[in-house]
C-alpha cells in the first residue's frame, strides 16, 4: 500500500478526486496526510475524510529555504512513500527535493513542456494555440521542468475563458494524476529509473 502526503494551497479538487480513488479497497495508496502552504479550502477534506492535516503558512517564513526545513519536518514523521503536489502554487526548495525525491509528484494544467509555471491555462489562451492539456511530471528543482509521467491534450474551443477552458483540463489531470499514483503503486512506473529529458 503506498502512503501519500498531498500538498495543497486552494480548494484540492485533485486531492478529492484521489481521495475518492483511495476508497476503492482494491486502489492500493492511501492518502495519509494533507499538508498546505495557507489556510487553504481543502483542508476541509481532512476533517470530511479523517486524514489528519498541517499548514506552513509561506507568510511566516523569511526565506524559501526556511518554509521548507519547517515543511519538511511536517512530512518527515509522515515517511511518505510518495508525496503528491496537488495545486500547491508554491516552489520546493531543493533541500526539500533531495530529501524527499525521486518520489514527488506534481500535476499542471498544460501539455508540458508548453506553458510551464502559474499560469499554464491563461498562457495558453494568449498564446492562440488550438490544443493544450495536462500533465502529471516528477519534480526536480525547475519550474514544471521534471521528466514527464502522463499526459493527454484537451482541445482549445473557440470563445473559451480561462475558466471554461481549465474547467476541461481539471478532469483530465485528476484522471492522469489517479492513474499515475496506480501506476507507481504497481511497478508500472518507476521513479527511481526517470531522468530529465
Do not use: C
Not at 478529492?16 to 496526510?33: H, K
Request: hydrophobic share 40%; aromatic share 6%; charged share 20%.
Amino acid at each position: 500500500m503506498l502512503e501519500l502526503v498531498v500538498l495543497i494551497s486552494g480548494t484540492g479538487s485533485n486531492l478529492r478526486a484521489l481521495l475518492e480513488a483511495t476508497r476503492d479497497a482494491e486502489y492500493p495508496a492511501r492518502v495519509v496526510a494533507i499538508g498546505a502552504d495557507r489556510d487553504a479550502d481543502g483542508l476541509g477534506l481532512g476533517e470530511e475524510y479523517a486524514i489528519p492535516t498541517f499548514t506552513v503558512p509561506f507568510s511566516r517564513y523569511a526565506s524559501r529555504a526556511e518554509w521548507g526545513q519547517a515543511l519538511a519536518e511536517q512530512i518527515r514523521p509522515w515517511s511518505p512513500d510518495l508525496l503528491v503536489l496537488s495545486g500547491l502554487m508554491r516552489l520546493l526548495p531543493p533541500a526539500v527535493v533531495s530529501e524527499f525525491g525521486p518520489a514527488i509528484i506534481n500535476t499542471h494544467p498544460a501539455y508540458l513542456p508548453e506553458f510551464p509555471g502559474a499560469h499554464g491555462v491563461r498562457d495558453a489562451l494568449a498564446a492562440g494555440v488550438e490544443q493544450t492539456g495536462a500533465s502529471v511530471i516528477q519534480v526536480d528543482d525547475g519550474v514544471d521542468s521534471g521528466p514527464i509521467l502522463a499526459q493527454e491534450r484537451v482541445p482549445v474551443l473557440p470563445g473559451d475563458s480561462e475558466s471554461t477552458l481549465h474547467d476541461r483540463i481539471k478532469p483530465v489531470e485528476r484522471r492522469l494524476l489517479i492513474q499515475t499514483v496506480l501506476d507507481i503503486a504497481n511497478g508500472t512506473t518507476d521513479l527511481k529509473g526517470t531522468t530529465s529529458a
